[in-house]
Protein backbone atom coordinates (compact mmCIF):
# COMPACT_ATOMS: atom_id res chain seq x y z
CA UNK A 1 0.00 0.00 0.00
CA UNK A 2 1.31 3.10 -0.97
CA UNK A 3 1.61 6.02 1.60
CA UNK A 4 -0.39 8.83 1.59
CA UNK A 5 0.48 12.08 -0.62
CA UNK A 6 2.07 14.90 2.16
CA UNK A 7 1.10 18.33 0.22
CA UNK A 8 4.15 21.08 1.08
CA UNK A 9 3.88 25.01 1.26
CA UNK A 10 7.60 25.87 1.18
CA UNK A 11 8.11 29.48 2.24
CA UNK A 12 11.80 30.88 2.25
CA UNK A 13 12.52 34.15 0.50
CA UNK A 14 16.17 32.48 -0.91
CA UNK A 15 15.43 31.29 -3.97
CA UNK A 16 18.80 28.96 -3.87
CA UNK A 17 17.06 27.46 -0.54
CA UNK A 18 13.57 26.97 -1.99
CA UNK A 19 15.23 24.83 -5.10
CA UNK A 20 17.81 22.89 -2.80
CA UNK A 21 14.79 21.74 -0.45
CA UNK A 22 12.17 21.45 -3.47
CA UNK A 23 14.70 19.30 -4.93
CA UNK A 24 15.47 17.29 -1.79
CA UNK A 25 12.07 16.76 -1.25
CA UNK A 26 10.62 15.81 -4.86
CA UNK A 27 12.96 12.93 -4.42
CA UNK A 28 10.55 10.98 -2.46
CA UNK A 29 7.20 10.02 -4.13
CA UNK A 30 5.03 10.66 -1.81
CA UNK A 31 5.95 14.11 -1.18
CA UNK A 32 5.25 17.24 -3.68
CA UNK A 33 5.69 20.95 -3.19
CA UNK A 34 2.43 22.62 -4.02
CA UNK A 35 3.76 25.93 -4.35
CA UNK A 36 6.44 28.30 -2.77
CA UNK A 37 6.30 31.43 -0.42
CA UNK A 38 8.77 34.33 -0.40
CA UNK A 39 7.21 36.42 2.57
CA UNK A 40 4.75 35.78 5.34
CA UNK A 41 2.39 37.62 3.85
CA UNK A 42 2.84 35.60 1.13
CA UNK A 43 2.63 32.22 3.20
CA UNK A 44 -0.13 33.11 5.02
CA UNK A 45 -2.27 34.03 1.46
CA UNK A 46 -1.25 30.54 -0.03
CA UNK A 47 -1.92 28.71 3.19
CA UNK A 48 -5.35 29.70 2.96
CA UNK A 49 -5.50 28.81 -0.90
CA UNK A 50 -4.00 25.69 -0.63
CA UNK A 51 -4.21 23.71 2.52
CA UNK A 52 -1.24 22.01 2.66
CA UNK A 53 -0.50 19.14 4.81
CA UNK A 54 2.71 21.12 6.34
CA UNK A 55 4.21 24.31 5.94
CA UNK A 56 8.21 24.62 5.67
CA UNK A 57 8.89 27.91 6.96
CA UNK A 58 12.24 30.13 7.94
CA UNK A 59 12.09 32.35 10.25
CA UNK A 60 14.21 35.25 8.93
CA UNK A 61 11.77 36.34 6.07
CA UNK A 62 11.12 40.02 4.78
CA UNK A 63 7.07 41.60 5.99
CA UNK A 64 5.60 40.11 9.34
CA UNK A 65 8.43 37.34 9.82
CA UNK A 66 8.39 34.01 10.49
CA UNK A 67 7.05 33.77 13.96
CA UNK A 68 4.00 36.16 13.02
CA UNK A 69 3.21 34.00 9.73
CA UNK A 70 2.94 30.73 12.51
CA UNK A 71 0.84 32.85 15.01
CA UNK A 72 -1.41 34.36 12.04
CA UNK A 73 -1.99 30.70 10.17
CA UNK A 74 -2.34 29.19 13.56
CA UNK A 75 -5.22 31.44 14.40
CA UNK A 76 -6.54 31.12 11.25
CA UNK A 77 -6.24 27.42 11.13
CA UNK A 78 -5.05 25.32 14.82
CA UNK A 79 -4.72 22.19 13.22
CA UNK A 80 -1.88 23.75 10.87
CA UNK A 81 1.00 21.69 10.49
CA UNK A 82 4.67 23.80 10.52
CA UNK A 83 8.01 22.93 10.57
CA UNK A 84 10.46 25.29 10.58
CA UNK A 85 13.54 25.39 9.14
CA UNK A 86 16.10 27.75 10.06
CA UNK A 87 18.91 28.94 10.20
CA UNK A 88 19.36 29.95 13.91
CA UNK A 89 20.12 27.03 16.02
CA UNK A 90 20.12 29.02 19.42
CA UNK A 91 17.38 27.23 21.88
CA UNK A 92 15.70 30.85 22.36
CA UNK A 93 14.42 30.53 18.72
CA UNK A 94 13.26 27.21 19.16
CA UNK A 95 11.64 27.37 22.27
CA UNK A 96 9.85 30.90 20.84
CA UNK A 97 9.24 28.87 17.39
CA UNK A 98 7.19 26.23 19.20
CA UNK A 99 5.38 28.77 21.37
CA UNK A 100 4.39 30.50 18.27
CA UNK A 101 2.52 27.49 17.02
CA UNK A 102 5.04 25.51 15.15
CA UNK A 103 5.06 21.52 15.26
CA UNK A 104 9.08 21.13 14.37
CA UNK A 105 12.07 22.85 14.28
CA UNK A 106 14.89 21.66 11.93
CA UNK A 107 18.71 23.75 11.38
CA UNK A 108 19.52 24.46 8.19
CA UNK A 109 22.40 22.54 9.08
CA UNK A 110 20.20 18.89 9.37
CA UNK A 111 21.03 15.95 7.36
CA UNK A 112 18.61 15.46 4.16
CA UNK A 113 17.36 12.42 5.92
CA UNK A 114 16.81 14.17 9.17
CA UNK A 115 14.66 16.48 7.19
CA UNK A 116 12.72 14.19 5.43
CA UNK A 117 11.92 12.17 8.53
CA UNK A 118 10.54 15.53 10.40
CA UNK A 119 7.85 16.16 7.27
CA UNK A 120 7.28 12.89 7.69
CA UNK A 121 6.54 13.60 11.41
CA UNK A 122 5.17 16.95 11.51
CA UNK A 123 2.79 15.66 8.71
CA UNK A 124 1.21 13.05 11.12
CA UNK A 125 0.39 15.74 13.89
CA UNK A 126 3.95 14.60 15.66
CA UNK A 127 6.13 17.32 17.32
CA UNK A 128 9.87 17.10 16.08
CA UNK A 129 12.79 18.69 17.28
CA UNK A 130 15.96 18.34 15.34
CA UNK A 131 18.63 16.36 17.18
CA UNK A 132 21.15 19.05 17.68
CA UNK A 133 18.17 21.64 18.57
CA UNK A 134 16.57 18.49 21.16
CA UNK A 135 20.10 18.33 23.23
CA UNK A 136 20.47 21.55 23.35
CA UNK A 137 16.84 22.58 25.05
CA UNK A 138 17.24 19.32 27.22
CA UNK A 139 20.57 20.47 28.55
CA UNK A 140 18.96 23.86 29.53
CA UNK A 141 16.27 22.58 30.84
CA UNK A 142 18.32 19.69 32.80
CA UNK A 143 21.01 22.56 34.14
CA UNK A 144 18.27 25.09 35.00
CA UNK A 145 20.07 27.91 32.83
CA UNK A 146 18.46 31.13 33.49
CA UNK A 147 16.91 32.36 30.40
CA UNK A 148 15.69 35.77 30.64
CA UNK A 149 14.27 35.63 27.13
CA UNK A 150 11.69 32.94 27.95
CA UNK A 151 9.56 35.29 30.16
CA UNK A 152 9.09 36.91 26.49
CA UNK A 153 5.95 36.38 24.64
CA UNK A 154 6.36 35.60 21.06
CA UNK A 155 5.40 38.72 19.87
CA UNK A 156 7.76 40.19 21.96
CA UNK A 157 10.27 37.86 21.33
CA UNK A 158 10.08 38.61 17.49
CA UNK A 159 10.02 43.14 18.43
CA UNK A 160 12.99 41.85 20.55
CA UNK A 161 15.00 40.23 17.57
CA UNK A 162 14.25 43.13 15.44
CA UNK A 163 15.09 45.94 18.22
CA UNK A 164 18.39 44.11 18.26
CA UNK A 165 18.93 43.64 14.57
CA UNK A 166 18.70 47.54 14.21
CA UNK A 167 15.41 48.39 13.03
CA UNK A 168 13.93 51.62 13.86
CA UNK A 169 10.07 51.39 15.78
CA UNK A 170 8.85 52.79 12.51
CA UNK A 171 10.74 49.75 10.94
CA UNK A 172 9.42 47.34 12.89
CA UNK A 173 5.93 48.71 13.17
CA UNK A 174 5.92 48.25 9.17
CA UNK A 175 6.82 44.79 8.93
CA UNK A 176 4.66 43.66 11.71
CA UNK A 177 1.63 45.78 10.57
CA UNK A 178 1.33 47.04 13.80
CA UNK A 179 1.19 51.34 15.32
CA UNK A 180 4.49 52.83 16.03
CA UNK A 181 3.16 53.03 19.61
CA UNK A 182 2.60 49.79 19.46
CA UNK A 183 5.85 48.85 18.75
CA UNK A 184 7.12 51.56 21.55
CA UNK A 185 4.75 49.88 23.87
CA UNK A 186 6.37 46.41 23.39
CA UNK A 187 10.05 48.02 23.38
CA UNK A 188 9.06 49.41 26.80
CA UNK A 189 7.37 45.68 28.11
CA UNK A 190 10.50 44.37 26.68
CA UNK A 191 13.27 46.49 28.44
CA UNK A 192 11.19 46.23 32.05
CA UNK A 193 11.17 42.09 31.56
CA UNK A 194 14.76 41.68 30.77
CA UNK A 195 16.03 44.41 33.03
CA UNK A 196 17.84 46.80 30.93
CA UNK A 197 17.56 50.02 29.83
CA UNK A 198 18.81 50.83 26.72
CA UNK A 199 19.21 49.12 23.12
CA UNK A 200 23.07 48.73 24.12
CA UNK A 201 21.80 46.46 27.11
CA UNK A 202 19.46 44.34 24.69
CA UNK A 203 21.87 43.20 22.15
CA UNK A 204 24.41 42.31 24.74
CA UNK A 205 21.84 39.83 26.02
CA UNK A 206 21.32 38.92 22.61
CA UNK A 207 24.60 37.98 21.53
CA UNK A 208 25.02 35.94 25.32
CA UNK A 209 21.86 34.29 24.37
CA UNK A 210 22.95 33.63 20.64
CA UNK A 211 19.83 35.37 19.08
CA UNK A 212 22.34 37.42 17.27
CA UNK A 213 26.24 36.38 16.36
CA UNK A 214 29.31 39.73 16.50
Not at 26 to 33: L, S, T
Not at 126 to 153: E, F, S
Not at 183 to 197: D, F, P
Amino acid sequence: MSERLIRILLADDHAVVRAGFRRLLEQRPEIRVLAEAVSGEDAYRLYGVLKPDVVVMDLSMPGMGGMGTIRRIVARDPSARILVFSIHESEAFALQALKSGALGYLTKAAAPDVIVTAVHEVARGRPYLAPDVAQRIALYTATGADDPLACLTAREFEVFQLVVDGRTIDQIAEALHLSSKTVANYATQIKQKLGVSSPVELVRLALKHRVISD
